[in-house]
């Protein structure tokens, strides 16, 4: 049995009605078959691209959503939790403050701080803290009472500023980033003073760092930085 001709071979035969094809120009029914087999032919081919077409349009749907969600999800695991800093921070300060007050010299009264700016009393307390710090640099340097050997006055100078500088500044009426920072030296002097006589044996370094700590507070805390810039 021959196979049914091709569209294009029907269509040349239908519209040229050549003559080495008798068969389809004098018997309507031949015609009829090729019409027929053509148009089967060129409709199940439309049929076949429309579902090519739409099954290629699915799969890339599918993997477009498929890569929407994994960016998603992505983006969803690397972003950090917005809340966790400012919680530890503020659970630090609650941990500093309470310390503080508890180890810390205060006054004896819950009357009202009478050194508020502007007053002698707050002078004098802001100067006699300054003036020992400078003191116990002197003193930490081997330039007062100079010693060969360690003794109790470079002891003190290396000191000075936990001793003398932070309560003296604590006892006025500072503001409340000044206060924090008091708080936060007040603890941190005492571990940089134990720490490194493990490593380096010297008044003065320890003097020096403590120095260093207690201004990078203030220009952390009072954001020295933030305003020259």
């Given at each position: 049995m ?11 035969h239908?519209l ?7 068969f ?6 031949s ?12 409709k199940?081919a ?8 739409q099954?290629?349009g ?8 498929a ?5 998603g999800d992505?983006?969803a695991a690397t972003?950090p939790?917005?809340?966790s800093?400012?919680?530890l ?6 941990v ?5 007050a ?16 502007g ?13 020992s710090m400078?003191a ?26 936990w001793?003398?500088t932070?309560?003296s500044?604590?006892?006025?009426d ?9 708080n936060y030296l007040?603890?941190?002097i005492?571990l940089?003073?134990v ?35």
């Amino acid at each position: 049995m021959n196979a049914l001709p091709s569209a294009a071979t029907c269509g040349r035969h239908l519209l040229k009605k050549h003559d080495s094809f008798p068969f389809c120009n004098t018997h309507p029914s031949s015609s009829m078959v090729c019409v027929t087999g053509c148009g089967r032919r060129s409709k199940l081919a439309t049929t076949l691209r429309t579902s090519s077409s739409q099954e290629a349009g699915e799969v890339e749907v599918a993997e477009a959503q498929a890569v929407s969600e994994d960016g998603g999800d992505d983006s969803a695991a690397t972003k950090p939790p917005s809340g966790s800093s400012p919680a530890l921070e503020k659970d630090l300060k609650k941990v500093v403050q309470k310390t503080a007050a508890t180890f810390a010299p205060r006054a004896s009264t819950a009357t009202k701080n009478p050194a508020v700016p502007g007053t002698a009393l707050y002078t004098v307390f802001e100067v006699q803290g300054y003036i020992s710090m400078l003191a116990g640099g002197a003193l930490s340097f081997n330039l007062v009472f100079p010693s060969n050997e360690p003794d109790i006055w470079r002891l003190m100078g290396m000191w000075s500023i936990w001793m003398f500088t932070i309560p003296s500044l604590r006892a006025r009426d500072c503001s409340k980033n000044e206060k924090e920072a008091l708080n936060y030296l007040f603890l941190l002097i005492p571990l940089i003073n134990v720490t490194i006589p493990f490593f380096l044996k010297s008044f003065a370094v320890v003097w020096s760092a403590d120095t260093a700590a207690f201004f990078a507070m203030y220009a952390w805390k009072l954001g020295w930085l933030q305003r020259r810039d």
